[in-house]
């Protein structure tokens, strides 16, 4: 059974999801950053930092959001980077945030589903998602679409949330996944299943080796699991 945000409603993941970040979009940064207390920005800069190498020309962000990946990726000096997602509440806060930038001719932020990219095979040199896999509706399907696309001897990063296994950060994340950030998102928020269906979603992802697993069974090669801050998040890059 999938983890949904809203548990009775009959809606398909995919289409809360969708709804959920719409309702959040207008204070998704805010939060993203204090309720990580800005360590987020650093796991950004650590994964855009890893495809330093490849000089990555074109580039695609799935579940975009609101481009603050897509903006971290500027500084490999690509030639465009395509964002897309499924919420269109927080495509507007990207695009917004991309206008008063002056970065609307660099990044560009379209409507897309992970898991049926609307380009053609072997088109990007470079695909990142962050804190997005954990969302698609089938993990496995979203993870091979990004295969499809990605050209030959491509790099893909995904930066996504883990569950630390050591005492005593496995207990410390536990309580203030369980017990502060629910309270805290739903205030702020205003959307009581938001910031609850984070850490239901976390504790199902199937995160370190078993998601290197599906990322190789998908045709990716090269694969490999970085842990950061004692295993609350994880890059996982793969080639193609």
């Known amino acids: 059974m999938a983890v949904v945000p809203y548990k009775d409603q009959n809606e398909n993941k995919k289409s809360q999801v969708a709804t959920m970040f719409n309702n959040i979009a207008g204070n998704y940064d805010f939060l993203n ?4 207390a800005g360590i987020d920005i650093i796991w950004r800069k650590k994964a855009i930092s890893l495809l330093v190498s490849e000089k990555p020309k074109q580039m695609l962000d799935i579940a975009t959001g609101t481009a603050d990946f897509a903006i971290e990726a500027l500084r490999l000096n690509p030639d465009k980077i395509t964002g897309v997602d499924i919420s269109e509440g927080m495509l507007a806060v990207g695009r917004e945030k991309l206008a008063k930038r002056g970065l ?5 932020l379209k409507y897309g589903d992970s898991e049926n990219l609307p380009f053609a095979d072997n088109t990007f040199d470079a695909i990142t998602v962050a804190f997005g896999v954990r969302n698609f509706e089938n993990l496995e399907k979203g993870l091979a679409e990004m295969h499809r696309v990605l050209k ?10 883990s569950m630390p296994r050591s005492f ?5 994340y536990q309580f203030y996944f369980k017990n502060i950030l629910p309270v805290v998102g739903k205030l702020v928020s205003k959307d009581n299943a938001a910031y609850t269906y984070l850490p239901e979603s976390v504790q199902a992802f199937p995160d370190g080796q078993n998601f290197l697993n599906i ?8 694969t490999k699991w970085h842990s950061l801050t004692f295993g609350i998040s994880s890059i996982y890059t793969g080639k193609k």
């Open 152 to 161: 030959p001897g491509g790099t893909a990063v995904v930066l996504e949330f």
């Open 168 to 172: 005593p950060m496995k207990q410390l």
């Open 215 to 222: 990322y190789h069974k998908v045709g990716f090669r090269d």
């Open 33 to 36: 950053h204090f309720l990580s």
């Open 104 to 108: 609307t001719d660099k990044i560009e």
